[in-house]
């Protein structure tokens, strides 16, 4: 008996039969694009959402060729430490409630819709210093493979970082 292979010839050698590979961006305004639109879509990520008092709960959302998308729940006084994000650039990109983020220059208040990209090497810490739940949205280019801590170091009093942009809602 031949199998279905042996008949037809091997799907993958004909490329028409192939899924089309998704288009993903390919600069900072796209990354920026690509993490607003998945924000919009309340419906896909708001179900996904669980909150974790003894930790920050995280979901990989999606992961694309050469990103991946990370959903965050912070609850009132939970925060990231100071870090970088190794090799990545990233957006981060806030759905509900409010961040604030620590960085060599100073604090900022990030309200539902900011967003900030970030180069690698940028480092910062995020914290919910409100008092009610706060979730984000964080994409990274290439996907995140190291997060290196920078304990003891003081962001707002000099902390070495790359350059940063807040983008508006």
Do not use: K
């Amino acid at each position: 008996m031949n199998s279905d292979v042996q008949i037809a010839g091997d799907p993958l050698a004909i490329p028409h039969l192939l899924p089309p590979v998704p288009a993903h961006p390919t600069t900072v305004a796209g990354f920026a694009g690509l993490a607003r639109s998945i924000a919009a879509d309340r419906a896909a990520w708001a179900p996904l959402v669980r909150y974790d008092t003894t930790t920050r709960w995280y979901y990989r959302l999606r992961q694309g060729p050469g990103y991946e998308v990370w959903l965050l729940s912070w609850v009132p006084g939970q925060g990231s430490g100071r870090h970088d994000h190794g090799a990545s650039s990233g957006v981060l990109t806030v759905l509900e409630g409010e961040l604030t983020e620590h960085t060599a220059t100073g604090a900022r208040t990030l309200a539902a819709g900011a967003q900030r990209v970030f180069a690698p090497g940028y480092v910062h810490e995020v914290v919910n210093d409100a008092l009610t739940p706060a979730v984000s949205l964080h994409l990274y280019s290439p996907g995140l493979t190291d997060m290196p801590m920078h304990p003891g170091q003081a962001t707002a009093a000099g902390g070495a970082t790359a350059p940063s942009e807040v983008l508006a809602p």
